[in-house]
T-cell receptor, first 113, second 112 residues
Framework: EPEVTQTPSHQVTQMGQEVILRCVPI?????FYWYRQILGQKVEFLVS????????KSEIFDDQFSVERPDGSNFTLKIRSTKLEDSAMYFC???????????FGDGTRLSIL | QKEVEQNSGPLSVPEGAIASLNCTYS??????FFWYRQYSGKSPELIMS????GDKEDGRFTAQLNKASQYVSLLIRDSQPSDSATYLC????????????FGKGTLLTVNP
């Protein structure tokens, strides 16, 4: 069964450094998302992406965050200058249509020191 | 602020019993509803989607939606120890807004 793949599985970074989290969505999916989950808290929406542009972003997704689909398969989340509070599990998701079920990758655990 | 509320649990049921998980949502315009299962330290795994009022069955799982009451539930029949996990209710408002708003999840424990 096709799946969303994310790399790396765990990223440890010093505060203030830039990180790029990578995702390969399911190949025929058109809608892409990033969510995060701080330990013990609920899954929170960050950004949605469709037709090569951001369709919606949350208030968490400030100027430090950016997303890109550099080629036909990858979807990346960049955090420019990481803060301690960025430590969380980051999930990429994709769906075939806007209101279709979103399928999640295994996540990247980001630890900021 | 659109909210999705779930009892955090834990909900404990014996093996073979029916587990009933509930969820309410605040946005009356919500159109798509999903149940995900999340094992500790893992990612959300889709179990069911439901879009219209009534029941939808898939194997041991039944999702129920009542838009008038802004209520969605998940029944798990013949519960197994492997069903022990946190169950997340997620709601999408639809229109051009497809983001999922999640509840905090209900921790289900199925006792052998």
């Amino acid at each position: 069964e096709p799946e969303v793949t994310q790399t790396p599985s765990h990223q440890v970074t010093q505060m203030g450094q830039e990180v790029i989290l990578r995702c390969v969505p399911i190949s025929n999916h058109l809608y892409f998302y990033w969510y995060r989950q701080i330990l013990g808290q609920k899954v929170e929406f960050l950004v949605s992406f469709y037709n090569n542009e951001i369709s919606e972003k949350s208030e968490i997704f400030d100027d430090q965050f950016s997303v890109e689909r550099p080629d036909g398969s990858n979807f990346t989340l960049k955090i420019r200058s990481t803060k301690l509070e960025d430590s969380a599990m980051y999930f990429c998701a994709s769906s075939a249509g806007g209101n279709q079920p979103q399928h999640f990758g295994d996540g990247t655990r980001l630890s900021i020191l | 602020q659109k909210e999705v509320e779930q009892n955090s649990g834990p909900l404990s049921v014996p093996e073979g019993a029916i587990a009933s998980l509930n969820c309410t949502y605040s946005d009356r315009g919500s159109q798509s509803f999903f149940w995900y299962r999340q094992y500790s330290g893992k990612s959300p795994e889709l179990i069911m989607s439901i879009y219209s009022n009534g029941d939808k069955e898939d194997g041991r799982f039944t999702a129920q939606l009542n838009k008038a009451s802004q209520y969605v539930s998940l029944l798990i029949r013949d519960s197994q120890p492997s069903d022990s996990a946190t169950y997340l209710c997620a709601v999408s408002s639809g229109g051009s807004n497809y983001k999922l708003t999640f509840g905090k999840g209900t921790l289900l424990t199925v006792n052998p």
